[in-house]
T-cell receptor, first 109, second 114 residues
C-alpha cells in the first residue's frame, strides 16, 4: 500500500532558524515524491519534486530510499515561509497523488 | 491562462439534497483529478478522469458519488443525498497529460452540509 506520513501537525520555529519538515513513505516500487505548499487563502502549489533535484525558495529535499524519507529542509526560515506543507507520493497511474496529512509551519519573528 | 477554476467556492446543502461541484481545467489540460480533504486530514484521492473517460475511481465512495468529464464543459463531481459526513473541501487538479507533467490545483470548493 502507498502511504505518506508527516508526523508533525505543527512546527514552530524562529526566523533565521533551520527548518526540517519530516516525511516518510511506504511504496513498493520506485517512488516519485513531491512537496506542495499552501499559503494562507491560496491554492495548493508544487514546491519541489525529487526528480528535479532543485532548490526552490531556499528549500531542498533529498530522497533517502534506505530510510524511505523525503524530508524538506531550509537552513534559515523566513516569516513568509509560514504555510501548510504537504508531502505527496505519485501513484502508478497518471498524476494520482497520495498525500500526507500536512504540517503547518509557523515562523515567528 | 486563468488556472484551474472551481465553483462554487462555498456550497451549503441540507441533508438529503444534491451537491454539484464544477471544475474547469487549465486550457489544454485533458486530465482531471478530484481530491477530498476532511477536517484535520490530508487530501485523499477520489477519481481521475480524462475527457469522457473515468480512468481510476478507486477513491470514490461506492454510493451517492459520481464524476464526469464531458467532451465539452467542466468536470462535475456530484454527490446525491448529502450527509453531514460529506462536509469537506473538494479540490480539483488538472494536467496536460500523464505521468511526467505537473498537476495544477484549483482553490477548492468547501461543502457544508447542515
Amino acid at each position: 500500500a502507498q502511504r505518506v506520513t508527516q508526523p508533525e501537525k505543527l512546527l514552530s520555529v524562529f526566523k533565521g532558524a533551520p527548518v526540517e519538515l519530516k516525511c516518510n513513505y511506504s511504496y513498493s516500487g520506485s517512488p516519485e515524491l513531491f512537496w506542495y505548499v499552501q499559503y494562507s487563502r491560496q491554492r495548493l502549489q508544487l514546491l519541489l519534486r525529487h526528480i528535479s533535484r532543485e532548490s526552490i525558495k531556499g528549500f531542498t529535499a533529498d530522497l533517502n530510499k534506505g530510510e524511505t524519507s523525503f524530508h524538506l529542509k531550509k537552513p534559515f526560515a523566513q516569516e513568509e515561509d509560514s504555510a501548510m506543507y504537504y508531502c505527496a507520493l505519485k501513484g502508478e497511474y497518471g498524476n494520482k497523488l497520495v498525500f500526507g496529512a500536512g504540517t503547518i509551519l509557523r515562523v515567528k519573528s | 491562462n486563468a488556472g484551474v477554476m472551481q465553483n462554487p467556492r462555498h456550497l451549503v446543502r441540507r441533508r438529503g439534497q444534491e451537491a454539484r461541484l464544477r471544475c474547469s481545467p487549465m486550457k489544454g489540460h485533458s486530465h482531471v483529478y478530484w481530491y477530498r480533504q476532511l477536517p484535520e486530514e490530508g487530501l485523499k484521492f477520489m477519481v481521475y478522469l480524462q475527457k469522457e473517460n473515468i480512468i481510476d475511481e478507486s477513491g470514490m465512495p461506492k454510493e451517492r458519488f459520481s464524476a464526469e468529464f464531458p467532451k465539452e464543459g467542466p468536470s462535475i463531481l456530484r454527490i446525491q443525498q448529502v450527509v453531514r459526513g460529506d462536509s469537506a473541501a473538494y479540490f480539483c487538479a488538472s494536467s496536460p497529460s500523464g505521468r511526467n507533467t505537473e498537476a495544477f490545483f484549483g482553490q477548492g470548493t468547501r461543502l457544508t452540509v447542515v
